[in-house]
């Protein structure tokens, strides 16, 4: 079954570094997403692309965050400078379509994100 | 008011009972409703998907939405160990968004 491939999978970084954390969708899958979960709490929505632009952002997904398909086949996303509440789980996930008939995301298993 | 309430628990059930998850929301506009499940440390996975109202019945796992009470179930039947795991209710409109998740422990 097609998979939507994480890396690394867990990070660590010093505060003020920049991360990129990466990610392989499914190859026929045209919507991209990031999420993320801090640890104890509900997976957030942060950025949705579509045609190689952004769809939405939500609130979390402020000047320090960008994302990025470089090429046809990865899709990442770029913490300038990571600050200690960026430690979390980031998922990546991606769909064929937004219609009745693609309404689930297919999720990596995530990169552990922990900055000291 | 947040969008989706979900109970975190934890809720422990023997095996072999029938589990109900279950979640609110608040903004009419969600259609599609789908239960994720996931491990320690892995990504959702989704499980099962509704279309406005009615139900949905999959193997063990039965899914419910009632959209007049914006009120979401999950029922599995026969509870497995390996079972054992956090339930994401999760609705979409242009994106979707996640309840807190129930962890559900099956004891052996």
């Known amino acids: 079954e097609p998979e939507v491939t994480q890396t690394p999978s867990h990070q660590v970084t010093q505060m003020g570094q920049e991360v990129i954390l990466r990610c392989v969708p499914i190859?026929?899958?045209?919507?991209f997403y990031w999420y993320r979960q801090i640890l104890g709490q509900k997976v957030e929505f942060l950025v949705s692309f579509y045609n190689n632009e952004i769809s939405e952002k939500s609130e979390i997904f402020d000047d320090q965050f960008s994302v990025e398909r470089p090429d046809g086949s990865n899709f990442t996303l770029k913490i300038r400078s990571t600050k200690l509440e960026d430690s979390a789980m980031y998922f990546c996930?991606?769909?064929?379509?937004?219609?009745?008939?693609?309404?689930?995301?297919?999720f990596g298993s995530g990169t552990r994100l922990t900055v000291v | 008011q947040k969008e989706v309430e979900q109970d975190p628990g934890p809720l422990s059930v023997p095996e072999g009972a029938i589990v109900s998850l279950n979640c609110t929301y608040s903004?009419?506009?969600?259609?599609?409703f789908m239960w994720y499940r996931q491990y320690s440390r892995k990504g959702p996975e989704l499980l099962m998907y509704t279309y406005s109202s009615g139900n949905k019945e999959d193997g063990r796992f039965t899914a419910q939405v009632d959209k007049s009470s914006k009120y979401i179930s999950l029922f599995i039947r026969d509870s497995q160990p390996s079972d054992s795991a956090t339930y994401l209710c999760?609705?979409?409109?242009?994106?979707?968004?996640f309840g807190k998740g129930t962890r559900l422990h099956i004891l052996p």
């Open positions: 190859s026929n899958h045209l919507y």
């Open positions: 999760a609705m979409r409109d242009d994106k979707i968004i």
């Open positions: 996930a991606s769909t064929r379509g937004q219609g009745a008939a693609n309404y689930g995301y297919t």
């Open positions: 903004n009419s506009a969600f259609q599609y």
